[in-house]
């Protein structure tokens, strides 16, 4: 059974900066896409930023320049640095991601449970 749990959320004044953590646990071949999305109360969730196996990031346009995602495809792990958070960042984040199964190379989507990101004035 594969598990995305996310790390890092939590309460920051205007300005500041979190990382988020998102890790895959369980059985399978390797991770392709990862992704966060974020959704603000009463809101719909949005994506907010994916990197592939190559790299290759895409940011909403709302993050761009204040956000950074990573990957360590040695620890199953990416990560979203946010900086200069401002209060209508605050929502709950998560992760998700396209990991390949073992048999077949199957392509299936997991998300984690979210972590909840405030951000005060």
């Known amino acids: 059974q594969v598990q995305l749990v996310e790390s890092g959320g939590g309460l920051v004044l205007a300005g500041g900066s979190l990382r988020l953590s998102c890790t895959a646990s369980?059985?399978?071949?390797?991770?392709?896409?990862a992704h966060w999305y974020r959704q603000p109360p009463g809101k719909q969730r949005d994506l907010v930023a994916t990197?592939?196996?190559?790299?290759?990031?895409n940011y909403a346009d709302y993050v761009k320049g204040r956000v950074t995602i990573y990957r360590d495809d040695t620890k199953n792990m990416d990560s979203l640095q946010m900086n200069s958070l401002q209060p209508e960042d605050t929502a709950v984040y998560y992760c998700?991601?396209?990991?390949?199964?073992?048999?077949?190379?199957?392509?299936?989507?997991?998300w984690g449970q979210g972590t909840q990101v405030t951000v005060s004035s």
């Open positions: 990197i592939d196996r190559s790299d290759h990031t």
């Open positions: 369980g059985s399978f071949f390797g991770i392709n896409l």
């Open positions: 998700s991601a396209d990991i390949f199964g073992n048999e077949g190379l199957s392509l299936r989507n997991y």
